[in-house]
């Protein structure tokens, strides 16, 4: 296993990935992995794993063999990409050796009751590679695995128990190069043959197929250990959709309780999310389309909902026939959190909560867009200024929180606020007639004349306020709100507080 950078290139594993038994792979990237014709399979894992997630494409390895690249995408998270190989090479097998002509796969024996070789047949001796002279007359006990002679003790003895009997038992043999070979041993009692009393024993190799097993188990093995590694939880399910296998991580992300594969790690999720998550779970498991899914997942404390991005992914035979699927779950609530956190800074202003200028002219400009008519209120704060000279700027920022919250409670609730500028802001009212607009402008001149309790005193602060509405035709934003600006100008020079309305005879620019 090694990490990738965004380029293909392997760099260090990040602290916290594997352990002291991961081996890393080696090399300037995947590409040194694979014999030459096929690194298109590895430049399409490549730009799968980049696209949805995760990847695994079966290879011919540059040092021999086969093996099986996978690809998972972290970069969201710990900014790699992360590369895993198994490889057959990575058994041992330690059964193959050069042997001049093919060794026999069947066997025959003949023991006494104390399990010691009375005869063996010529493949007997082709099979292990020891003369006949050097295996009669010895303990069949003295060529089985250190490991495996508890089992063959308790198999020969349950066989002696019963005149008659037989028994099967795998046991390893060692071979007269000094590896080990598998056999299955099946013993037959004649102890009680009046003419040839003994136990014949029929010996099978199944070296092959107890490799093969070991194989499977070790690529288990190694699948597991990288699941187990990864930041990310992990679930593997059948065609029914029950879980085959979940990963620790799984039920750190999900705050579940592990108690058995036979729990649901999903109920975590709110309900509608799980109800979303098991209808894309069925969708997948009948047409193999990979599907993503952000979900909410419930914590103990209320309002403090984690935010997991799902990514289902079909498992297929060769026949393309669905066999279950693998879901990876990663937490991407600091990511969600802080995407969210952007977005608000820039739709609104930081220090009064409303609109920002920005944001104020996208929703004006939306609303010219629909029909209906559309008017604009423009607030400018008289002697601002001078609060800020006499109180200083965190009184003055007191103001401006105040004015708008005053502004906002006396609106209609399809109005719009956003502050245009230091001390000016803008109204955008749909619906909005010229006697609305001067309604809902005296509403906040009024409420603005009352004195604000600071606690450096009271201030009293008026406000200049022009009206505009959108006549037949074309009206731009920029037009509109300078009509609006016009009228406020107007109100300002009358300094008698009543809001302005447009009048474009009288008010000509």
Known sequence: MTAVNSHGLFV?????FGDDRTEILRGRSALDLVEPDQRDLVIDAWDRVRSSGASQTRVHLARGGEGTLYFFDLRKSHEILVCALVSESDVENEHNRDVGEVAPRVCVQHKNESAIFLE?????????????????????????????????????????????AQRRARLRYRHADGSWIWLELTNHNLLDDAERPCVITEALDVSDEMAAHEAVRFREQLLRRVAETVPLGLVQVDRAGEILYANERLFEILGAPRSGLSMKPFSQLLPDDRTQLALALDALLIDAMDRDLEVAVRTRRPGSNRLCLLRLRALTDGDGEVGGAIVCVEDVTERANARAELDRRATYDQLTGALNRASVLQRLEAQLTTAGPLGVIFIDLDGFKGVNDHFGHSTGDKLLVEVVHRVQENIRGSDTLGRFGGDEFLVVC??????????????????????????????????????ATANDGEVSAESLIADADTAMYAAKRNRDGRPVAFDPLEHAR
């Open 120 to 164: 063996v047949d010529d493949a007997t001796t082709k099979m292990l590679g020891w003369p006949r002279d050097e295996i009669v007359g010895r303990a069949s006990l003295e060529f089985v695995h250190p490991d495996d002679r508890d089992r063959a003790i308790e198999s020969w003895m349950d066989m002696l128990s019963c005149a008659g």
């Open 430 to 467: 749909p619906e909005g007639t010229m006697a609305t607009l001067a309604q809902v402008a005296a509403r906040i001149t009024a409420a603005l004349a009352v004195p604000l309790d600071l606690e450096d005193g009271a201030v009293t602060i008026r406000a200049s306020v022009g009206i």
């Open 12 to 16: 260090p594993l990040p602290a916290g």
